[in-house]
């Protein structure tokens, strides 16, 4: 069992920066690949970014490449994300989920942190 805890979400300004972090417990953290999704009013859930169990992969949705890195700290067992040059199409809640392996289920979901961006 996984519980996971987003936190940094707020206000910003269109161009602004924010990093989200997202806090696990209960299990070994570093058993999970990780990813990052939001989801904006009236809209579907959609993937952000995703990273491997240490580190060394990560993947991007083409709306937030080149803007967005996923990060993580196994000895921390906690994950970010640094969203730069923030646009209003940002604003969203974002949510922090684990997987046993790409391709699986996400098994486990933060309840999200709220980010709006205003321009």
């Known amino acids: 069992q996984v519980q996971l805890v987003e936190s940094g979400g707020g206000l910003a300004q269109a161009g602004d920066s924010l990093r989200l972090s997202c806090a696990s417990s209960?299990?070994?953290?570093?058993?999970?690949?990780m990813a990052w999704f939001r989801q904006a009013p009236g809209k579907e859930r959609e993937f952000v970014a995703r990273?491997?169990?240490?580190?060394?992969?990560?993947s991007y949705a083409d709306s937030v490449k080149d803007r967005f890195i996923i990060s993580r700290d196994n000895d921390k067992n906690m994950m970010y994300l640094q969203m730069n040059s923030l646009n209003t199409e940002d604003t969203a809640v974002y949510y922090c989920?684990?997987?046993?392996?790409?391709?699986?289920?996400?098994?486990?979901w933060g309840q999200g942190t709220q980010v709006t961006v205003s321009s």
């Open positions: 990273i491997s169990r240490f580190g060394s992969s990560t």
């Open positions: 989920a684990a997987q046993k392996a790409y391709g699986a289920v996400y098994e486990y």
């Open positions: 209960g299990s070994t953290f570093s058993r999970y690949v």
